[in-house]
Structure formats: C-alpha cells, structure tokens
C-alpha cells in the first residue's frame, strides 16, 4: 500500500499562509528546494486542492521554458510538470495542466474513498503538496503517513493554521538549511 506525505512550509509560529492566503513569507532557500526536488522524484502521484491546482497550473508549465529562469527552479518545473497529478475540486471541470487528474468530490467521504482506491495501486508514495483545505482533509480523516513540513523563520502573528486536531508524532530526521529554516520529517503514530 502507497503511503501519504504531506510536504509544506510553515512560519515558526504554525500558519501556512498569512489571513488572507499571503504566501510572500516562503523561504526559497536553494538547500530546501534540493530536498523538495529529490521529495517530488520519489512520488507516484502529486495530489493539490482546486486552489494551489489553479496557481501551480499558471506557474509550472511556463517556469519549465523560461530562458532566463533559475537552473534548478527549471529542473524542479520539469519533474512536477512530468509527475502524474491529482486536483481535489467540486468543480466538473477538465485540468489543463499536464498529467493531471480531476476528482471531483462532493464530501470528505469521498476524499477518503477515493484516497484508499489509489492508495491499492502500485508505486512509491503519493505527495500532498497542499493546499490548506486539502491538507486539514487528510489530516481530520487520518490519510496521512508522514510530515515534511519546514519551518522557517518568520512568524506572523496571525494566519490560517494547519492543524485542527491532535497528532502523535514521532521525530525521524531534522535538517537545517542556511537560511536558517529547518526542515523537519514526522512519522505519524496512528491511533
């Protein structure tokens, strides 16, 4: 069975975006893009919501050709262009973006549902790449296997949180980056 990554930047003070989606706090430090790069090489299926789908799909194919664009931004764009996507949506409407999958959902239920199916199929593991709701989705319905979540050093009082309910968590790997963000890996105790 596919196990469930969920990869996300955070502040130190637990939000992964400002009150209004504001993510102008991110680190792109080129260390942490290394490891994200080498996280995404390893996943059979990227999973998004409809929102972050919306902002990869305007980014990503075009960051893929810039001549002028970072070298390893360009690779990175390359490999998440390549990667089999699936957009969680309410919305019946075909991606655009290549190698992508819709699932429209109406429910939670059917998240879990059609989580499970995927999870039966071959491959390494799935990533969730986010986006909030997403996420707050496989957290609450326990799909989640492990958290890469990094840490930088920002906080800003206020903004959307990721958790909304008790995990036990244990620490697998710790590292930190130049920037001084901290990339931290969590095996996920199951209840």
């Not at 986010?130 to 800003?156: H, K, S, Y």
Request: glycine content about 8%; overall charge negative.
């Amino acid at each position: 069975m596919r196990k469930i990554i969920l990869q996300m930047q955070m502040t130190f003070d637990g939000y992964v975006s400002g009150p209004n989606g504001e993510l102008d706090w991110i680190d792109f430090d080129p260390d942490m893009g290394k490891n994200h790069f080498a996280l995404a090489e390893g996943a059979s299926l990227s999973i998004v919501g409809h929102t972050v789908y919306e902002q990869m799909a305007q980014y990503w194919p075009q960051a893929a050709v810039n001549p002028n664009g970072d070298p390893q931004e360009i690779e990175y764009a390359k490999l998440i262009n390549s990667i089999p996507k699936l957009v969680i949506t309410t919305e019946d409407k075909q991606p655009v973006w290549e190698n992508t999958t819709a699932c429209v959902v109406n429910s939670d239920e059917q998240i879990v549902q059609k989580i499970h199916e995927l999870q039966q199929q071959p491959g390494e593991y799935m990533l969730v790449n986010g986006g909030i709701q997403t996420a707050q989705t496989f957290i609450v319905n326990d799909l989640l296997d492990e958290l890469r979540i990094d840490i930088c050093p920002v906080t800003l009082g206020q903004g959307k949180a990721l958790f909304t309910k008790n995990l036990a968590l244990d620490l697998v790997d710790v590292k930190q980056y130049k920037s001084g963000a901290l990339g931290l890996t969590y095996c996920i105790k199951k209840q």
